[in-house]
């Protein structure tokens, strides 16, 4: 009885060590870290208010004022970003993270944090955007436009604050930047705004700017 009872307690133990080693080795849950949070949160208030502020006050000439027949009026180009708001946040929730975690990858995106938010503002570089988010006219009105956007930026901004999503080990490509994780997309979000607000002060600087 004493072999089998110190037998029993042997293979406890075994199986016990073996339990904690997969724990050990197993990749880590990737629940944002406060850091993240913050660090998110910050960059979207701050492209928040420089996208309001830069279509502050514009009377009805200024808001349609196209530099040239082939570029966007301001109305254009905060449409796009407005469009872009929801859409890449429901990419993000309804998609990426709906998807199967893939932490193998985690090596792919690796500093890609900050190439987002350096690379994508930087109008350097041209891109086109995909027809279902070119500016149509949804919004009749500047103030319409402008709460819309207000509405989708605060609902990504508590998606940050709440989410508990694994962002970190779910991943989904970028035309530009290849494989990014569900993170480094709402990183993208924000960067995007601040690409086309400078779009937008592109627009105000052209020597035909109305004045009133």
Known sequence: ?????????????????????????????????????????????????????????LTEKQWNFKPAPDRWSIAQVAEHITISEGTLLGLVRNRIVAGPATPEKRAEVKGKD?????????????????????????????AALTAEYQKDREATMDYVRTTNDDLRDHFFDHPAMGTLDGYQWLLLISAHSERHTEQINEVKADPNFPKE
């Open 1 to 57: 009885m004493h072999k089998t009872f110190r037998l029993s307690c042997l293979l406890s133990i075994v199986l016990l060590l073996a339990t904690c080693a997969q724990a050990q080795t197993a990749p880590a849950a990737s629940a944002l870290t406060h850091g993240e949070r913050e660090g998110a949160l910050k960059h979207l208030e701050h492209t928040r208010d420089m996208f309001l502020q830069s279509i502050s006050g």
């Open 114 to 142: 900050e190439l987002v938010l350096t690379k994508i503002p930087d109008r350097s570089r041209k891109a086109q955007a995909p027809e279902f988010l070119k500016p149509t006219g949804r919004w009749p009105t500047q």
